[in-house]
């Protein structure tokens, strides 16, 4: 059953969305604000229906938060040709104009998918030779076990999901609450340095560096 998330701040269009797409099998989970859009990423939607014009982030602004393995429609009531191409252009692999006939929005809903579904091999992250199996939940490093928490693995994933990239304890903290919600600004340091005992307990190689000031990122080929 693939998971399909609403970010759409008209309260009538969302809750058609919802049902509609409900009857169809999918579950749905939805945000009315760019923002909240953003921590729901952390639930792993297998496709995003997004408006543009949004309290919080806008859609253009979600939009390069968001994995480029996630497809995503945009529905707005723009309708110029620029806006298109430029959403398009910029990570979107469809676009409809409201008001939308939710015949021809299921449609390219299910046509997405079996196109984004059609290029997944596997649902792994490799880091140097850690890898993560996000289907079973399991972390591996030179073929041994890594035995993490709950939040431990959360945490390892976000940061694996961030391709190099350093992200900040607040951001971190904002991407795994849905999944760790015990996990709060104060343990996510802790969480991380007990993270790095274990991993160094099958390793001399550094994968996790803090950077100064700033925050967390991952090291190695992802």
Not at 155 to 168: D, F, P, Y
């Amino acid at each position: 059953m693939s998971k399909i998330l609403i970010v759409e701040d008209d309260e009538d269009i969302g809750a058609v969305l919802q049902r509609e797409l409900a009857k169809d099998g999918f579950e749905v989970i939805r945000a009315v604000t760019g923002t909240e859009g953003r921590m729901m990423l952390a639930q792993s939607p297998d496709l995003i229906l997004m408006d543009l014009m949004l309290p919080g982030l806008t859609g253009e602004e979600l939009l390069t938060h968001i994995p480029k393995e996630i497809p995503v429609i945009a529905v707005s009531a723009r309708s110029s040709i620029d806006d298109k191409v430029s959403l398009l252009t910029e990570g979107c692999v469809d676009y409809i104009t409201k008001p939308f006939d939710i015949k021809e929005l299921k449609a390219r809903v299910n046509a997405a998918l079996r196109t984004s579904q059609g290029k997944k091999t596997s649902g792994r992250i490799t880091c140097g030779d850690m890898l993560i199996d996000t289907d079973r939940h399991e972390v591996t490093i030179e073929g041994r076990e890594l035995k993490l928490t709950r939040t431990e693995y959360a945490i390892l994933k976000m940061l694996a999901g961030g391709k190099g990239r350093v992200i900040s304890k607040s951001e971190l903290l904002d991407l795994i609450k849905t999944e760790t919600p015990d996990c709060t600004e104060s343990s996510v340091k802790v969480h991380i340095s007990n993270l790095r005992k274990k991993i160094k307990e099958l390793t001399d190689t550094e994968y996790i560096e803090a950077v100064w000031g700033i925050g967390f990122k991952l090291k190695g080929d992802s």
